[in-house]
């Protein structure tokens, strides 16, 4: 069993920063990549940025040059420092994590709140 458990969300004035943490834990074999999407109410999920195990990262063009996704492989986590935060970047923000050398399992975890206000 796989377990994502994220933290380092909060209540933050626009132009802010959070740093968002999540830990993978259980049987953890094979990464893919561990990524952050985001939820806002009424609206899809919709990626904020991925990270490979090679260490390859993609971020959504709406937060380039404001988040940066970085990973401790040892530690089994990853970051998601946010920077220059907007209020449109108020959403429940979910831990995602990809395994499998040929098929591939996906899990994420239960998401922690990221609230900017203007």
């Known amino acids: 069993q796989v377990q994502l458990v994220e933290s380092g969300g909060g209540l933050v004035q626009a132009g802010g920063s959070l740093r968002l943490s999540c830990v993978a834990s259980g049987r953890i074999v094979n990464i893919y990549s561990m990524g952050w999407y985001r939820q806002a109410p009424g609206k899809q999920r919709e990626l904020v940025a991925t990270i490979s195990i090679k260490g390859t990262t993609n971020h959504a063009d709406s937060v380039k040059g404001r988040f940066t996704i970085s990973r401790d492989n040892a530690k089994n986590t990853v970051y998601l420092q946010m920077n220059s935060l907007k209020p449109e970047d108020t959403a429940l923000y979910y831990c995602?994590?990809?395994?499998?050398?040929?098929?591939?399992?996906?899990?994420w975890g239960r998401g922690t709140q990221v609230t900017v206000s203007s």
């Open positions: 995602n994590l990809v395994m499998g050398a040929w098929a591939r399992s996906t899990y």
